[in-house]
């Protein structure tokens, strides 16, 4: 039944409904509720509700209505906000974007509001970012200040975006780049068309204000550090990136259709909101954008994230659910997220995990994706003073081409840093003491990946785990790396077990090599125990 229902979902919405009502006059638009079989959740290997889907009154208006211009030049952030009110106040509905350039600042969606972008509709948000209010809000797991985002809802429910159109953040107006991302040419434009470049020579800003944030929360999470006033803000109003797109605590949430891109800093941002369907969405950023992220779903509740093409600056779909200590506090774990049918594209991770996962994730199910040149395919990370557990991840059917550094990785010494920023040392530390378990200890357990393809890899796969809270109970079946640089690598892991693991390697060489481990299964054989010697084989 699986099978067939993900043939099911690639089609498009107009086939789909004749052949499951036998209708063939039907509308082409349907929810999503009604290509998703019911029996798909109960062949979950967890207990999952179904995602309740937004609906909405047969009622519309266009912002054409309420003063928009199509011009390019007109500010239309009352006008739209203006359709979204008046639809809200009237029990709900569509409000229509038609076809047309409309310049806006942010937009809040209401209650019982579905935005609907028609096709060849683009909505570029504004690059005067005195339109953007700083907020109280969450940005990397942390409560802080930002700009308000170009699209928002907070404590809304049964909204939408959906239809055909664009939005364009105008991220390029807002984010710093660093040197060695462009082209010597590229670099010398961008100095030259404005902006400040850092001390050092490696970091472009668009203004001396957002030089002066970067400065205040340096090695501070992206936080300002010390006491500011109202001004400070003001001035450093550049540095306080938003994300495109930013929903805290809504329910029966649908993206369906619609373009996201250029975003200023993460693209698509669900915070604690339950019942969420992500579908047939297209995000696009440049490769080299900073944060520019194109899903991290935090401390969400059953949610679908289906037949989606993410083209990421940086990680592709990221699970998320907070912070540290405030993470902790929270106390809201992603769980119970359905992941099928998506293509990532670029960026630091195609399939992510953290490293912001102090609230706890579990119950996901990963299946029949494509990630084509992610810096990493499969990517978990975390750092001590998290805390969180990490458990249920299920991940089947994944293909992947042209992944630069590891297909898999664990990496509980994450700093911060891009997959190939970082070092030999940045991978492996030298402790003399191992810190006690705490309510900070990250935990990543129960963990299951099969039917993984991947071609062109720098290396098959790194468990880099904590002494005190070693990696356990990771499962793999069904692999195949080929074209890799380096093999397997299993460093502070307990309870792994690897079956049917076929790596070629581009030059000769064991493919497995065993450090500080436990109850490693290959292929039916037991290695009890290897020490800090470490052992080598080959599959």
Not at 107 to 136: C, G, M
Not at 511 to 516: A, E, S
Request: proline fraction near 5%; include cysteine; charged fraction near 20%.
């Amino acid at each position: 039944m699986i099978s067939f229902i993900k043939k099911i979902l690639l089609l498009p919405a107009a086939c789909v409904l004749p052949l499951l009502t036998g209708c063939n006059n039907c509308p082409s638009t349907i929810v999503v509720e009604d290509i998703i079989d019911p029996a798909i959740y109960t062949q979950l290997p967890f207990q999952m509700d179904k995602v309740e889907q937004p609906t909405f009154p047969d009622y519309s208006v266009n912002i054409i209505d309420f003063g928009a211009k199509p011009d390019g030049i007109t500010l239309n952030t009352k006008a739209i906000n203006d359709a979204i009110r008046n639809v809200n106040e009237k029990g709900g509905g569509k409000v229509i974007i038609p076809a047309g350039l409309w310049l806006s600042g942010p937009i809040e969606i209401l209650s019982n509001v579905n935005l609907h972008t028609e096709k060849n509709a683009l909505v570029l948000f504004t690059a005067d970012h005195s339109q953007y209010p700083i907020i109280n809000t969450s940005f990397e797991g942390l409560e802080t200040r930002r700009c308000q985002s170009p699209i928002s809802a907070r404590n809304a429910e049964n909204i939408a975006i959906t239809g055909h159109g664009t939005f364009d953040g105008n991220g390029d107006t807002w984010r710093p780049t660093k040197k060695d991302k462009l082209t010597e040419g590229q670099w010398k434009k961008l100095v030259s068309s404005g902006g400040v470049v850092d001390p050092d020579g490696r970091i472009w800003y668009p203004s001396e204000g957002a030089l002066k944030g970067a400065m205040l929360s340096k090695d501070n999470f992206n936080v300002p550090r010390g006491t500011l006033t109202d001004a400070d803000w003001d001035y450093m109003r550049d540095w306080l990136r938003p994300v495109l797109l930013s929903f805290i605590k809504c329910n029966k949430v649908l993206l369906e259709g619609a373009t996201f891109k250029n975003s200023p800093s993460w693209c698509l941002h669900p915070l604690s909101c339950e019942n969420i369907t992500i579908n047939k969405v297209t995000v696009s950023n440049p490769w080299y954008s900073q944060n520019g992220d194109a899903l991290d779903l935090e401390s969400c509740n059953k949610a679908l994230i289906i037949n989606n093409s993410f083209d990421a600056g940086d990680d592709g779909i990221c699970i998320k659910s907070g912070k540290d200590e405030q993470g902790r506090k929270r106390g809201e774990p992603c769980q119970n997220v359905i992941v099928m049918n998506n293509t990532v594209l670029h960026g630091h991770g195609g399939f992510v995990v953290g490293s912001e996962m102090s609230g706890g994730v579990k119950n996901i199910y990963v299946d029949n994706c494509n990630f084509l040149g992610t810096d990493v395919g499969l990517r978990f990370k975390s750092n001590r003073g998290r805390g969180g557990v990490v458990e249920n991840i299920y991940i089947s059917n994944i293909n992947m081409i042209n992944i630069p550094n590891e297909a898999l990785i664990f990496n509980l010494y994450y700093g911060g840093k891009a997959r190939g920023e970082e070092t030999d040392q940045d991978d492996r530390k030298v402790e003399e003491t191992i810190p006690a378990v705490t309510e900070e200890t990250p935990v990543f357990r129960n963990i299951f990946i099969k039917n993984v393809t991947c071609k062109g890899a720098g290396r098959a796969a790194f468990f880099n785990g904590l002494p005190e809270m070693r990696i356990k109970n990771i499962n793999m079946e069904n692999i195949i790396v080929s074209n890799a640089k380096e093999g397997i690598i299993l460093n502070e892991a307990d309870e792994v077990s690897m079956k049917n693991i076929k790596i070629e390697l581009l030059k000769d060489g064991a493919n497995l090599k065993m450090q500080k481990v436990s109850n490693v299964t290959i292929n039916g054989k037991n290695y009890s125990e290897i020490g800090a010697k470490g052992e080598e084989l080959n599959f």
